[in-house]
């Protein structure tokens, strides 16, 4: 039936107006909140900074050589394979053997290999090896040993890039994969840039060391913060992985700010164990190879709470704490391209994008009057509550919208004209051969219900498709494009319909015109 039962109607209004109430939240006073939530502007929109970063797998390549020393010089043993002059380099193991043929055999087994993993994935081992003159070889990580160590380095930098980005607060940030070893961060709003870049740029390894000029492990020459050169065990006491938690605090005596961190189980029993034997020490608090704190251990500490303390500012205690939090990057991150868009250029876009849909939203409602008169100011009426559902459902997502999404919703205008176009075509159809008009209008949105149907949900299959494999801008499209098309389905089948029967059922008996 053309009309509906009293309790839909006033469900159809309750969503109405429920939503309606969130696109009115984007026009309230930043200093009169009453609900925090609004639609975020993208990058293009209200400015901001645009990063891409680049990983550094050259120490990786390094340390994962340097792990195969002890288990190759062991699988050589083991199969009695003599070896001699034995070199490491930074990238490299060479060495002279005696049996070639067998150490290939036993090298390229993919039965338990520890040494040489074979990686399923790609059908290859994670080492080669090259033969030299005089039985000597040379071990190397292969083209896809070092492409699965850049994977891996890649997704971690990405998780903890995006913990410390959501940790400042930036709102609906662009975190993305570019090519085998690059980021990009696009970051919409970002009013300290420089901060972003210091908080990215460190790889936040921390470690705790004891202060000793003479350790069986051999030492290192740090300088502290207060320039004080320290000789400190290469025994690493406790790392960062053992970090649960960390926080900027006020200390009362001295209000000096401080990080306080909190241990998981095995990382309380290490410093409960290292701080029970070395009271009276020293322990070195060390951060991507600086020392940043060398406190005296002044009696056990084994509740598995500490402290930080060091000449910083509340900010520097925070971004510490955030670092810490977040874990380590596994490599450092360098900025290979940096861009700003400066909120006047924002503006600029907005106006722009505005302007396209205020002249766009005119001309469609001065035509469907011309058209369709009286149905045609109902069709209008349902256009503009659309875009206001639209907004509304953007503020409830809390979603960022830049020009691309604009383009969306002025795409979800001419879909909303389309649908209500059809409809009415229809409906004119059933007027010629039908007596009663009530039937004639029920009949005219019942027949065209099916083509507006196919012709949404096709939309919306793609709009879907492009979420789901698109980035960046082109997710802001298909979210509006998206929305777009749920709301127009909404306004034309419920909102529109109800007004037009308003109108059919007050006109029952006389002439009606479409």
Do not use: C, W
Request: zero cysteines.
């Amino acid at each position: 039936m053309l009309n509906f039962s009293k309790i839909n109607i006033l469900l159809i209004y309750l969503i109405f107006f429920f939503i309606s109430i969130f696109s009115i939240l984007n026009f309230q006073s930043k200093d009169k909140t009453f609900i925090n939530k609004k639609v975020n502007l993208g990058l293009d929109l209200q400015g901001g900074s645009y990063l891409l970063l680049e990983i550094n797998s050259d120490s990786l390549v390094e340390e994962k050589i340097q792990s195969k020393v002890i288990p190759l010089k062991k699988l050589l043993k083991d199969n009695n394979v003599n070896y001699s002059d034995f070199k490491i380099s930074s990238n490299t193991l060479t060495f002279k053997i005696n049996d070639i043929e067998k150490f290939d055999l036993i090298f390229f087994s993919k039965k338990e290999n520890i040494v040489n993993p074979y990686i399923d994935n790609f059908r290859s081992f994670q080492l080669e090896y090259k033969s030299l003159d005089n039985n000597y070889v040379r071990v190397f990580l292969s083209k896809y040993g070092l492409l699965t160590i850049n994977n891996a380095a890649l997704k971690q930098s990405i998780e903890i890039v995006r913990r410390r980005i959501d940790d400042v607060g930036t709102k609906e940030p662009t975190i993305l994969q570019r090519g085998e070893k690059r980021i990009l961060v696009e970051l919409p709003g970002l009013k300290d840039p420089e901060r972003i870049k210091k908080l990215l740029g460190k790889t936040a390894q921390l470690n705790f060391r004891l202060v000793s000029d003479n350790s069986e492990f051999g030492v290192d020459e740090l300088i502290s913060e207060d320039g004080e050169t320290l000789q400190i065990s290469k025994r690493i006491v406790m790392s960062g992985e053992n970090l649960v938690d960390a926080q900027p605090s006020i200390q009362n005596q001295q209000n000096e700010p401080t990080v306080s961190f909190t241990l998981d189980r095995i990382g309380a029993q290490k410093f409960g164990r290292a701080t029970t034997d070395n009271v009276g020490k020293r322990l070195a608090i060390i951060l991507d190879g600086k020392i940043i704190s060398a406190p005296n251990i002044n009696e056990p500490i084994t509740s598995g709470n500490g402290m930080i303390s060091g000449n910083f500012s509340f900010q520097e205690a925070t971004d510490l704490a955030l670092l810490l939090r977040s874990g380590a990057l596994p490599t450092p991150l360098e900025v290979v391209e940096e861009r700003t868009v400066g909120p006047d250029l924002g503006e600029d876009s907005i106006k722009s994008g505005v302007t396209s849909l205020i002249v766009g939203f005119i001309l469609v409602i001065l035509f469907m009057f011309y058209k369709y008169k009286l149905f045609g100011l109902i069709a209008n009426t349902a256009l503009i509550a659309n875009l206001i559902m639209l907004v509304g459902v953007l503020t409830i997502l809390e979603a960022t919208l830049t020009l691309p999404g604009i383009a969306g919703i002025i795409l979800t205008v001419g879909m909303a004209v389309d649908a209500n176009v059809l409809i009415f075509e229809r409906i004119k159809e059933e007027l010629k051969t039908e007596k009663s008009i009530i039937h004639a209008f029920d009949q005219g949105y019942s027949k065209a219900k099916i083509t507006v149907l196919d012709a949404n949900i096709t939309t919306l299959i793609a709009a879907i498709i492009l979420f789901t494999f698109g980035s960046g801008p082109v997710k802001g499209f298909a979210i509006t494009l998206g929305i777009g098309i749920i709301t127009t389905l909404f306004t034309a089948y419920f909102l529109a319909r109800h007004l037009t029967s308003l109108i059919v059922l007050r006109s029952k008996n006389k002439e009606i015109k479409i």
